[in-house]
């Protein structure tokens, strides 16, 4: 069998935890395979609204084994205190449904102070993160120093501890960070950060690369569930202004030990406008109260951090980027209710650059002026809060849509018209396939 992948084409907070949810009875494992507790899922079903930051979204499922990979950085005080503690009343059976691969980078306490510093010292050009420590876990992976999940089982699991803080603890004197006083200080987090580690000893830790692949030689189906979006990818985003892992398909390889040959769709997922939250170039950006209405009406405020998301109008040149890096073969276009009362919308078909029409990012997004060109759509402007089927959308709604799939060449199998399980519109055909 295949895997699955399902993941962000814009900024983030496309709706990703919402589909994975819809998607997750279609499969037999639903694997995270980057980002940490960065990400902020949202789900909403049976009276019920949740926000997964590390779990995946498949967890309030009976039947399938949610997998958090490798590739993922994994803060135990968020998951035990947090998110373990926010599910219980779910009644869920971790034991049966959740696995964490030994090699998820572990993220410490110095490292949330160290993105503080970080970002502080940045001033006016700080990245927005997330303060989660993310960009320093990733950091410590990749110069090979990271403490993993695994380690904490090992005799040395101090000795390395004690040592790794000792090297963050001179970066943060550098940066002037007093970690000594306040409520974020280090021994505080210590304190809390070594009985989370306890509590963790009580899940499952698995050698996921094994337990997944093994899933796909028994003929089950994998849904990896990305993070984050494309153009916050290290290496195709919008560049410094990214997370600090691959946010694209590449990463379900390296992030779960899967080789390329055994995914099969992508699901690409959108937004009908676009947002994003924190720093850096966002061409659509509305700076006016079209911008204004859009946040009222999507409620757009983070999912872990609360912050206004930046709102604007549909970017394809930066869609069509995403698709291609992905291999995008389905796209799905959520919150598309938020437009109903819009008599028009605008999409971006391409950029101006230096004069010259281009529907191509340019290299450094940071430093070119881009002029959006705009193309206006008719709104549907009708309430689509009873629609139950795909082919029954209105007129305008569906015209948007075949808009779209001619710009983007590839075929649009999903529409989201609410928060909840229920409020998605999808090809029957496509549904069977899966
Ligand atoms: P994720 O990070 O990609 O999982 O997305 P978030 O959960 O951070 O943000 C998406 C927000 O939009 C959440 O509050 C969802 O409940 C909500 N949402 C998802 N799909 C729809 C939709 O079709 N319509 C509306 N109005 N809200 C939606
Ligand atoms: P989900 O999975 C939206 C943004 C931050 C910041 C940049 C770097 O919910 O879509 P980081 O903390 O990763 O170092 O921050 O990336 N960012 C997100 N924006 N949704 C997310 O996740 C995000 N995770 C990180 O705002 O601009
Ligand atoms: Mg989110």
């Known amino acids: 069998m295949a895997v699955d992948v399902l993941l962000g084409l814009q900024w983030g907070d496309e709706g990703k935890g919402k589909v994975v949810d819809f998607l997750a009875p279609k499969y037999d494992v639903v694997a995270r395979f980057q980002g940490g507790p960065n990400a902020g899922h949202t ?13 995946p979204s498949g967890i309030f499922h009976e039947n399938i084994k949610n997998v958090i990979g490798n590739g993922v950085v994994l803060d135990p005080i968020v998951f035990i205190n947090k998110e373990i503690e926010s599910l219980k009343k779910y009644n869920i059976n971790f034991k049966k449904n959740l696995f964490i691969s030994k090699k998820a980078s572990l993220i410490l306490p110095t490292h949330r102070l160290l993105d ?61 960070l007093d970690y000594n006083s306040g409520d974020d200080n280090l021994s505080t987090l210590e304190d809390v950060f070594f009985t989370a580690l306890e509590a963790i000893k009580n899940f499952n830790f698995i050698d996921s690369e094994y337990f997944v692949n093994q899933a796909i030689a028994e003929g089950r189906s994998v849904l990896a569930e990305g993070a ?31 080789a390329p040959k055994h995914i099969k769709e992508v699901f690409g997922i959108f937004k009908a406008y676009c947002t994003r939250v924190g720093s850096g170039p ?51 276009m959520m919150k598309a209710d938020v437009l109903n009362s819009f008599e028009v919308i605008k999409a971006c078909t391409d950029y101006k650059l230096d004069g010259k029409l281009s529907d191509q990012v340019p290299y450094d997004l940071c430093s070119t002026p881009v002029e959006p060109v705009w193309k206006s759509i008719k709104g ?32 649009i199998s999903m529409v989201s018209i609410g928060p909840n399980r229920t409020e998605t519109l999808m090809k029957p055909a496509i549904l069977e396939k899966i």
């Not at 940045?122 to 993310?134: A, D, F, P, V």
């Not at 139950?388 to 799939?405: N, R, S």
């Open 228 to 258: 984050q979006g494309s153009m916050l990818d290290v290496d195709f985003g919008s560049y410094p202004f990214v997370t600090s892992s691959n946010t694209t398909t590449a990463g379900v390889c390296s992030g779960l030990g899967i």
């Open 282 to 332: 966002f061409p659509t950006e509305l700076h006016d109260a079209e911008g204004q209405k859009i946040r009222d009406i999507g409620r757009e405020y983070g999912s872990t951090t609360g912050r206004p998301r930046r709102c604007g109008w549909i970017d394809l040149p930066a869609l069509k980027y995403a698709i291609m890096i992905n291999g995008v073969t389905q796209l799905f």
């Open 380 to 411: 549907w402007n009708t309430d689509t809060t009873n629609l139950k089927d795909f082919d029954k959308i209105p007129v305008a709604l569906a015209d948007y849509l075949t808009f779209l799939e001619r710009e983007l060449n590839v075929p």
């Open 43 to 55: 789900l909403e079903f049976d009276g019920n609204k949740h926000v997964l930051h590390q779990v």
């Open 116 to 176: 503080k510093a970080s970002e502080l010292s940045k001033g006016e050009n700080k990245i927005g993160s997330t303060l989660r420590g993310i960009g320093p876990t990733y950091q410590d992976k990749v110069a090979r120093r990271a403490i993993r999940l695994g380690d904490i089982l090992l005799p040395d699991f101090k000795k390395k501890y004690e040592s790794l803080k000792e090297e963050h603890k001179s970066i943060l004197d550098f940066y002037k």
